[in-house]
């Protein structure tokens, strides 16, 4: 099944546009009232940053994840596309820190490939679940940063445990 990025779920995505237009507005809004010269460099700038914005702002959209019968794809919110299939990922799971109320991983180690994911996919829990049927190895973690994610998992695979 193919889940999308929902906007519904990730409102906050709508400040990249928003904040492109303001930028562009104010600096066209300078360059009419207070500096032909500045507002035109700041106008070139805002152009720049509101380009980039946009930019993120359709990767996010675009982004989606794909599970297969052999395996999980899709492209992220940065654009890069990944396809990791069922043998080869070595863990799986959902983590939870107060930053984060929750929180998809998947986690390919001979590619040293970590892919994490918040709730901002149609139907999440059943993307989770999804994942849960079909990983060989699914677990549930709770730490106490975002960062704490990677140190757990560095640590289960220095000692070789799962």
Not at 133 to 148: M, Q, Y
Request: net charge negative; glycine share 6%; hydrophobic share 50%.
């Amino acid at each position: 099944m193919k889940y999308h990025f929902s906007l519904k779920k990730s409102p906050q995505t709508l400040l990249f546009p928003g904040f492109s237009t303001v930028l562009v507005i104010a600096s066209l809004v300078l360059s009419i009232f207070v500096n032909l010269w500045l507002g035109l460099v700041l106008l070139a700038l805002s152009l720049f940053v509101s380009w980039h914005l946009l930019k993120a702002f359709l990767a996010n959209i675009r982004s989606c994840i794909n599970v297969s019968d052999s395996g999980i794809s899709g492209l992220t919110a940065l654009g890069s596309e990944f396809d990791i299939p069922w043998d080869a990922l070595s863990l799986a799971g959902t983590f939870t820190c107060p930053e984060i109320r929750l929180s998809l991983f998947l986690y390919d180690e001979t590619a040293d490939f970590l892919i994490r994911t918040v709730p901002v996919y149609e139907d999440f829990t059943e993307l989770i679940d999804e994942v849960r049927a079909r990983a060989d190895d699914f677990i549930e973690l709770n730490g106490t940063s975002p960062a704490s994610l990677e140190a757990e998992l560095r640590n289960r695979f220095a000692t070789g445990g799962k």
